[in-house]
T-cell receptor, first 112, second 117 residues
Framework: DVKVTQSSRYLVKRTGEKVFLECVQD?????MFWYRQDPGLGLRLIYF???????EKGDIPEGYSVSREKKERFSLILESASTNQTSMYLC???????????FGDGTRLSIL | AQKITQTQPGMFVQEKEAVTLDCTYD???????LFWYKQPSSGEMIFLIY??????QNATEGRYSLNFQKARKSANLVISASQLGDSAMYFC??????????????FGTGTRLTIIP
């Protein structure tokens, strides 16, 4: 079974802090993704990565950066957290274009 | 224009009845894929079913089937004999193109399905 693990289920941070969300997958997938989920908006892609050290912007990259130093790990970084980044963050990994993405359990992040 | 449209924000269905969740899509690519995911209240996203644009038959997975009407650009999810455990958010998603780099998905806004005992 594919396992995608996100480091925290719930996280509370303060405005202006640098925040790291970690994601690890155990299926040797090339592709990894970060989404945020907000009520009424569905899931929106923040960043994705096809390989180690490779990254591509998604639909809403502003205020975020990512890091992929190892194939199994994909980190999302909020450079200076703001209240409008309070959201559910979902990490996913995938094996190819016709294969489903597998998701972690999500991190509910609150910025105070 | 929205690439994926789910027009039903919420639905209430009696247990054991069949359910159809609507999804329409917009793309100019000839090759694309459509996915359905289920998200229970616990938050995890569960993959349900996949349909490729060149697949001639509608996809089926157990109680789930996908009513794929290419000319109408619709990919409705049908759940037969609904159960209480089917209560969840359901998302339709699309992947466009087949080239390297086209693995990203565009999601709809979801439908919250509630099964009534």
């Amino acid at each position: 079974d594919v396992k995608v693990t996100q480091s925290s289920r719930y996280l509370v941070k303060r405005t202006g802090e640098k925040v790291f969300l970690e994601c690890v997958q155990d299926m040797d997938h090339e592709n990894m993704f970060w989404y945020r989920q907000d009520p009424g908006l569905g899931l929106r892609l923040i960043y994705f990565s096809y390989d180690v050290k490779m990254k591509e912007k998604g639909d809403i990259p502003e205020g975020y950066s990512v890091s992929r130093e190892k194939k199994e790990r994909f980190s999302l970084i909020l450079e200076s957290a703001s209240t409008n980044q309070t959201s559910m963050y979902l990490c996913a990994s995938g094996a190819g274009v016709n294969q489903p993405q597998h998701f972690g359990d999500g991190t509910r992040l609150s910025i105070l | 224009a929205q690439k994926i449209t789910q027009t039903q924000p919420g639905m209430f269905v009696q247990e054991k009845e069949a359910v159809t969740l609507d999804c329409t899509y917009d793309t100019s690519d000839q090759s694309y894929g459509l996915f359905w995911y289920k998200q229970p209240s616990s938050g995890e996203m569960i993959f349900l079913i996949y349909q490729g644009s060149y697949d001639e038959q509608n996809a089926t997975e157990g109680r789930y089937s996908l009513n794929f009407q290419k000319a109408r650009k619709s990919a409705n999810l049908v759940i037969s004999a609904s159960q209480l455990g089917d209560s969840a958010m359901y998302f339709c998603a699309m992947r466009e193109g087949i080239n390297f780099g086209n693995e990203k998905l565009t999601f709809g806004t979801g439908t919250r399905l509630t099964i009534i005992p």
